[in-house]
């Protein structure tokens, strides 16, 4: 997800150095083998990058559970920062290749040399577009993300901690300033979101100031997590009083005004809103797009070939589903059965308990039954919250955050129960498998568990792998024995089919100029989901170009990888080994990920 409280870890070694194949990464076979002192220096300058990187980032120290002398400050939001991280991933990469270019690596060191690579050529070719990405949008933007933060990244454990809170809600203030400013830049730009988009943004800002301290009534959401940290401290309790009137004090002196500035922007904003939801709005919207769709799937598919690999799909899915509604004995069209399944109350729960313990008994089946199929299980907990009150309105349906690498934070799978009417029961169980295990919990946890690897690799990633892996452990619960009921079963072909539509409106929007409207009726003619649902949907890809594509190219991949190695390996291939060689690399490109799954495969021959 893109955070735009990160700047400056965001933007990831950016370069314009070409891509190395791996094989150049090695000498000639007469020059010396690795040694133990390479790979000690190679994992040295790995290390001392991430330190560099971390030194800028106060945010991505806190997200790793680091709690230092920054622990009270926010990242320099600036494009000069941006720039300025730009020219040190430069200057990384240069040095990587001059000090260890000609040195015999190891395997594991020249796959971390060649994804050093291939993320600066990445990030080299997203460079140009930095500022066509929208600074405040219903799914981003520091208006959420702040009090997201503070709430669930920042953890309390002693009075410094809290002075730190503190001392963040202080500079909020100057951050929030910045960014509207940039916000209001770019629109006199062009570069603006559709109307539709701001009552969003504002009425999410409403909410983080309203309640105390801003005026009488509960509580605002910050303020009530300050003081519930703080009271949870074993100090003075005059030193507690003095906390909570301080961080009081600095929400309406700091906080308070810099959102009714960010408010008063979105208005003027919209009032020049321009018509056209597609990013083919932008003067060079035709190769941002292009460089979306490359960064976000990890490959040269066109918008034209991704669309009709969606069209392809849809028909695939919609065949499955056509055979499940003939055994549960529905007669009528498959778009009969669709709103049958909207309207039904059957298939949806009457109170958030209700919901959230069904997903317990689902984590917990699932959880017995992972042993089976992989060898390598995460150590950190998981837990399940509800997406909070201040932005349940405009967050997506679920989402998952990382463990921090101490365990002093859990993974945490985020349920969107605003309204239950966009939360099937159908869907519960591949939702869960994707969000929770063995999806994004399972594998993101092994990832930032795999202490050996250089920090980049750990704590990096590319959506098409990570988010294919969730796709893919829908499916992969089939396998497994699950979906016993067939509502269940038809459930995950939703979701499934959910994400090959993606490709089809994605590209509709912003490469066939498709406007939200279109898009909707495509969803609502094609898949069985809630209205609210198809509506939030297409408004979060809108906003997020490419984004969602990247689901349904990385399952299939995965899937063809898979089945390329049953079909060669015959009696010898376990679901075990092969998950291994997909999760213990940690994120790779796709094509990165089919050269690892052949030489395994080659290997075990």
Known sequence: MRNLLLTAASVLALTTVAVVPASQAQTSKTEAPATAAVE??????????????????????????????????????????????????????????????????????????????????RSDKAFPFRRNAYIFDQMNGAQSQIPAFLINIHRVANKADAEAYVSRLDGAGPLIDTLVAQSAERADDGIIVPDWVFPYVIADAKNVISGAPFEDGEDSPIYADLKKKVA?????????????ARGGAALISSLKPAYEKLISEMERQQAMAVDGDGIWRFEDGAAYYAERLQNYTTTDLTADQIHQIGLDNVDRIHGLMRKIMADVGFEGSLQDFFQHLRSSDEFYYDTREAYLADVDGKLAAMTAKLPEFFNTLPKAPLVIKPVEAFREKSAGKAFYNSPAPDGSRPGTYYVNLYNLRSMSKTELEALVYHEGLPGHHLQRTIQTELGDLPPFRRFGGWTAYTEGWGLYSEELGKDMGFYQDPYSDF????????????????????????????????????????????RKAIERYIVYPGQATAYMIGKLKILELRSRAQDSLGDKFTMGDFHDVVLKSGPVPLDILEERVDAWINESK
């Open 232 to 244: 949870d401290l074993d100090i003075p309790e005059a030193e507690k009083s003095d906390l909570v």
């Open 40 to 121: 000690e220096q190679l994992a040295a300058f790995f290390e001392a990058y991430d330190e560099q990187e971390l030194a800028h980032s106060p945010v991505s120290k806190a997200y790793r559970g680091i709690r230092d002398d920054d622990y009270g400050k926010w990242d320099d939001p600036s494009d000069a920062a941006e720039v300025a991280q730009y020219r040190r991933g430069q200057v990384a990469l240069a040095r990587m290749e001059a000090e260890f270019g000609k040195s015999r690596l190891n395997e594991a060191d020249q796959l971390s040399y060649r994804l050093f690579q291939v993320r600066a050529e």
């Open 491 to 534: 459930g995950r072909l939703g979701m499934e089919l959910w994400r090959a539509c993606r490709l089809v409106v994605d590209t509709g929007i912003h490469d066939k100029r498709w406007s939200r409207e279109q898009a909707i009726q495509y969803l609502t003619d094609n898949t069985p989901n809630p209205e609210g649902d198809i």
